[in-house]
């Protein structure tokens, strides 16, 4: 092998035949990196607006409260409503969870937006 392919980073393989080494590129693990991490903080802001509208349809549409998807529904839409979920205190409670819930799946869509806008701005 010779000097100048000692500095290119080849060397020779089976058969003659040379095979460049890939160096370690830190720019490019972190842009992976960040990439997964936008992906995985997209998903759950939008899994979890989706389940407090997914929640908003079931009461207002009168789903069975004793039913186990609508007890499911409820019990996961219950934390991720936040400091939201006594925000407004109306009469009828189904106008009380159209605001509460509707308001905490807004927030965690535009919540969800800003993270990801900012965690774009740190990979670059």
Wanted: aromatic residues 8%; positive net charge; hydrophobic residues 55%.
């Amino acid at each position: 092998m010779s000097e100048s392919d000692s500095a290119a980073g080849t060397h020779e393989v089976g058969g003659g035949r040379r095979r460049r080494h890939r160096s370690f590129d830190a720019a490019r693990a972190r842009v992976r990196v960040a990439g997964a991490l936008i992906a995985v903080v997209r998903w759950i802001g939008t899994l979890a607006a989706a389940l407090l509208a997914l929640h908003v349809v079931l009461t207002i549409g009168g789903a069975n409260p004793d039913n186990g998807i609508t007890r499911f529904v409820a019990d996961w839409a219950q934390p991720l409503a936040l400091g939201f979920s006594d925000l407004f205190v109306p009469q009828d409670p189904q106008l009380a969870i159209l605001l509460n819930y509707g308001i905490a799946a807004l927030f965690w869509l535009v919540a969800t937006s800003i993270a990801v806008r900012i965690l774009r701005l740190l990979a670059r």
